[in-house]
């Protein structure tokens, strides 16, 4: 059984009066709490909202509609043979009353003789310091890989959908992160059209991925085109990712080994790591989800730390997933003392959250710099590896020439190997921006592109190693100390 579902019963037999359970899905919460009347021998599950009142039992049906107080009451008044559980809806609008406010005060008390529990369902957690001390508080997971692959065969077997068992699992597997409500309006969808699930509708729930991303403000759902054979060099990097990729699967556990973690690429500005980033996703066919770092820490300060929760657990619900933290020494680089310490704490839940994780949700950070780095998060142990990206050497100047050129002019009939002496400092995007520059020269004459064109490109673009010495000469000091490894 799931921990937040042992939680619960605990609660339950512990007689805890006022539990909180946070969720949107009211439906399964309510099934949810009546799996659990069952398991543990209580009598009943009611329920109660402003408009219907009481649901659930005969002789009260509908009563106390628009009346918050009168169900506090009757609940203290029901006989302790008939064990109860009371599920009240949307008790957020109603607590800052002093009246109510006091009554479940004093139920926190009287229900402790009883057998009785109240389950407030909310969206939201509680709001109230007040009350916060009497409350215990549940968050409702989204439903995991066994509640998904259930709802989805059920939905299949009544649609007289034959769904094989792979198709099952990839369409569980793709629905991860959505709520059950979410897949039952993919699905009836789906069968509007064609009147029956199949595998067609993955991209349908992929799109509904993307909307659920959409309105968080922190996530945003990046569509990638580009896989690792877009990467020149960095073969040391791509040879370790493959390997990576291995140990998401059963088998890997099975063999002991833990889940993968993340990554760090650090490098001047141009070198691939973004462009990794993507690839990965592309390879390994997993949701890349790339963090604001400027939006985690804008708006009010203290806000922060709860977007930085709310972030993390809609990436582990999509798992399995890449969440790609881009620019992270710009997030975290900040002065303690200036931002009231929020940066410190929001990077110290990251990093807890990195280091007890055990979803499949890898992390690939990326940085310019480490002098803005916090230590803590260069410690090992946190990612998996730290690897630098250093300026492509010749042969990865060669590469990474060839693959730009072969992209936009397929039939390019030249030799490299005097642009590959003359760039010598030159980062992969410089060099993608000279096959560029060197084409609009042959296009603008209306000719194939040869080798002068891209030599007259090289010799007008001045590299950032020349322009940001400094700034790189200290990165290539720090990753020659051994604390990363090369990506080449
Ligand atoms: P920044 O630190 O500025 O974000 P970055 O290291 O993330 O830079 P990318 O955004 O990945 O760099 O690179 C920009 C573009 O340069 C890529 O989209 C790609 O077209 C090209 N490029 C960079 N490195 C390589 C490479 N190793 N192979 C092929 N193309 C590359």
Not at 215 to 222: G, K, P, Q
Not at 370 to 396: N, Q, T, W
Request: with cysteine; net charge neutral.
């Amino acid at each position: 059984m799931q921990s937040w579902l042992q939680n619960l019963d605990l609660l339950i037999k512990a007689r805890t009066p006022l539990i909180w359970i946070k969720s949107k899905e009211e439906e399964r919460l309510f099934r949810v709490l009546n799996s659990a009347c069952e398991r543990l021998n209580k009598k009943r599950v009611i329920s109660w909202d402003c408009v219907n009142g009481i649901q659930g039992s005969l002789n009260d049906e509908r009563k106390f509609s628009n009346n918050p107080k009168g169900i506090l009451n009757w609940i203290n008044e029901q006989n302790n043979s008939l064990s109860t559980i009371l599920i009240l809806k949307d008790f957020h609008k109603f607590y800052e009353d002093p009246t109510i406010s006091r009554i479940i005060k004093e139920l926190s008390f009287s229900l402790k003789e009883t057998t009785h529990n109240i389950i407030f369902s909310s969206h939201i957690f509680p709001t109230s310091d007040e009350l916060d001390e009497l409350l215990n508080i549940i968050e409702l997971p989204l439903p995991d890989q066994m509640e998904l692959k259930k709802l989805i065969k059920n939905i299949s077997v009544k649609t007289d959908s034959d769904l094989n068992d792979n198709d099952l699992n990839e369409l569980a597997m793709a629905s991860s992160g959505l709520s059950e409500l979410r897949v039952r309006q993919v699905a009836a969808r789906a069968l509007t059209q064609r009147g029956k699930i199949s595998r067609i509708d993955l991209k349908d729930i992929v799109e509904e991925k993307k909307q659920v991303i959409a309105r968080s403000e922190i996530l945003e759902f990046f569509e990638s085109n580009s896989n690792q054979n877009d990467i020149g060099g960095l073969s040391i990097l791509k040879n370790w990712l493959n390997q990576r990729y291995q140990a998401f699967s059963r088998e890997a556990r099975e063999y002991g080994l833990p889940l993968p973690k993340g990554v760090l690429l650090v490098g001047p500005q141009g070198t691939g790591k973004s462009l990794t980033a993507k690839a990965i996703a592309q390879s390994w066919s997993m949701p890349l989800l790339k963090l604001d770092v400027g939006r985690l820490f804008s708006g009010l300060v203290g806000s922060s730390e709860a977007r930085t929760r709310e972030t993390i657990t809609r990436a582990e619900a999509m798992a399995p997933c890449i969440l790609w933290i881009d620019e992270i020494d710009k997030g975290f680089g900040g002065d303690a003392r200036s931002d009231g310490g929020t940066s410190q704490r929001v990077l110290a839940s990251l990093l807890t959250w990195m280091a007890e994780k055990n979803s499949s949700v890898f992390v690939i950070a990326t940085a310019n710099a480490i002098d803005k780095l916090p230590p803590e998060l260069l410690r090992k142990g946190r990612f998996d590896e730290i690897f630098f990206l250093d300026l492509p050497k010749s042969e990865e100047r060669l590469s990474i020439l060839d693959l730009h050129l072969k992209k936009r002019r397929p039939n390019y009939n030249f030799q490299l190997s005097t642009i590959v002496d003359r760039t010598s400092g030159y980062s992969g995007a410089e060099l993608e921006q000279a096959v560029i520059e060197a084409m609009h020269y042959s296009f603008s004459e209306r000719r194939e592109i040869s080798e002068r064109d891209l030599i007259k490109a090289v010799s007008e673009l001045v590299p950032l190693s020349r322009t940001a010495k400094e700034q790189i000469d200290l990165l290539k000091q720090w990753s020659s100390t051994g604390r990363a490894r090369l990506a080449s």
